[in-house]
C-alpha cells in the first residue's frame, strides 16, 4: 500500500505541509487523513501523508502506477487502516461507520455474480422508484428495460454476461442508490473505449455533482477544471 510526505520538491511544487494542517484544524473537512502511514508486505508506502477535503470540494489526485493512489483512496473508503495517523471522513473514524458514508467506483469490475438488482442495491431494501432514478442517472434505465428479466438478469461471474461500460454503470447507479456524501472514484474510465468511456463521464457528473470527491488517477486530463490536483510522487503528496 502506499504513504506520502511532506516539504518541498525539486520543481517548486509545495507539499502538503504539517503546519497547514494545523491551522486547518478548526476548519470542517468532510474527509481527513492527518500523518498516515501505511505499509505493504514490508514496504512503505504512505509515511506522514495529511489530506484535508472541504465539503463539496473536488479533488484530484494523479500518479504513475503503483504509487499509492489506490491504497490512500481505500484508506478513505474504510477499506484499509493506517499503520499510524488517523482517518475521518463525516465526523467517523471507525472503519464501518466510514463506510457507511462514502460510495466507491473502481476502475475495475467490482460486481457481484447476482442480478443487477443486487449489484446496486447490495441486498438492502431499496424502494422500486429509488432503483429506477439511480439506473436513469446512470444511463442504465433504457438498457435494463430491453432485458427479457429486467433488473432481475444476471450479470454473471465477474461480470461476464455485461459488458464494461454497462459494469462500470452499475456501480455509478450503486453509488448514486447509497447516495453518500462522499464519492471516491478509482481510474472509473480508464479501461473502457472512448466513445463509453464519455458516456460513463456523463453519469459521473450526475454522481459527483454537489458531492464531496477524491478521483485518483493516471491521467490529469481526466479531471474537469473544478479539481484541485494533487501527485502522488515517490511516498510524497504534491499540490499544484
Known sequence: ????????????????????????RTERYEARLEDVAFSYGGKQVLQNLSLMVRPGEHIGIVGGSGCGKSTLLKLLAGLY????????????????????????????????????RDNITCGHQVPEATLWEACRGASLADWIKGLPQGLDTHVGQRGGQVSGGQAQRIQIARALCKDAPVILLDEPVSALD???????????????AGRTVVHVTHHPEALDDGYAIYRLEGGRLLRG
Open 1 to 24: 500500500m502506499e504513504r506520502d510526505g511532506m516539504g518541498q520538491d525539486k520543481m517548486g511544487c509545495s507539499l502538503v505541509e504539517k503546519d497547514t494542517v494545523e491551522q486547518d
Open 194 to 208: 472512448r466513445d463509453t468511456g464519455l458516456s460513463v463521464l456523463a453519469a459521473l457528473g450526475r454522481l459527483t
Open 81 to 116: 487502516e493506517p499503520d499510524s495517523g488517523s482517518v475521518e471522513v463525516m465526523g467517523q473514524r471507525t472503519s464501518g461507520d466510514i463506510r457507511k458514508q462514502v460510495a466507491l467506483v473502481m476502475q475495475q469490475n467490482a460486481l457481484f455474480p447476482l442480478s443487477i
